[in-house]
């Protein structure tokens, strides 16, 4: 069966296919050695597809889960302090998968699991842009300087990005960064004047928690992990 070949990498989560043309016409793409410049160029089965001299390969086989992490549990294989684990919570099956970014052992919510070790990677990269969301309840109603986490902060020394902030009532806010660094939401809203209380997160890339239960976990689709590979 032939296929355009800017579909064709698309559908292996390089590039969207915008991505993928641009990266045709700059002339990174080569099938079965050689050299492709056009769009309009059709791969049969068994073509050898590369970018860069690196083949690339429909990514069929890779596994997304969504699990609710719940409170007091830590985001790591074994933790020298002897607290309880993600791994602790999950069944048999699961324990060898990889988590994408980290959740605190305060922080409940969306915790994404994979088998990919390279899509774990691309999608905690700062530069990738992923969006995260969480609902946080905080001490004080006082939001007053709040824009200055909407705008971009520096705390220690760090440089933090833009946030998106909506109040949504008892004293909850709705963040979404995408950046992910380390407790970025407790540090930039503490410097802020609202000290979290409360952390959760709801959305991680486009995926929600929903209503699954807290320990609980599910495998995310695979037109859901194409959408995901296609924006990195």
């Not at 800017?6 to 050689?34: F, M, P």
């Not at 069944?91 to 922080?107: C, F, H, S, V, W």
């Not at 709040?146 to 949504?168: C, F, H, Q, W």
């Amino acid at each position: 069966m032939s296929i355009r070949i800017a579909k064709y990498i698309a559908d292996c989560g390089v590039a969207s296919r915008r991505g993928a043309e641009e990266l045709i016409a700059a002339g990174h793409v080569s099938v079965n050695g050689g050299l492709v410049t056009s769009p309009v160029f059709f791969v049969e089965d068994g073509d050898r597809v590369c970018l860069d001299g690196r083949e690339i390969l429909p990514h069929t086989d890779i596994e997304v889960f969504a699990f609710h992490k719940p409170l007091n549990t830590m985001t790591t294989i074994r933790d020298p302090r002897g607290r309880r684990t993600i791994y602790d919570c999950l069944p048999m099956e699961y324990k060898g998968l990889k988590y994408i970014g980290r959740l605190d052992y305060k922080t409940t919510g969306l915790l994404l699991l994979t088998n990919d070790g390279e899509l774990a990677r691309k999608l905690t990269l700062p530069s990738s842009n992923v969006p995260r969301t969480y609902i946080a309840t905080v001490n004080g109603n006082d939001y007053s300087k709040l824009d200055m986490a909407r705008n971009g902060i520096t705390v220690d020394g760090i440089k933090y990005s833009p946030m998106k902030i909506e109040v949504v009532g008892n004293n909850n806010l709705r963040v979404t960064i995408y950046e992910g660094k380390k407790n970025e939401v407790r540090i930039v809203l503490r410097a802020c004047g609202c000290p979290v209380r409360k952390l959760h997160r709801t959305s991680f890339a486009g995926i929600k928690l929903g209503k699954l239960p807290v320990g609980k976990i599910e495998k995310i689709s695979q037109k859901t992990i194409d959408e995901i590979l296609k924006k990195l």
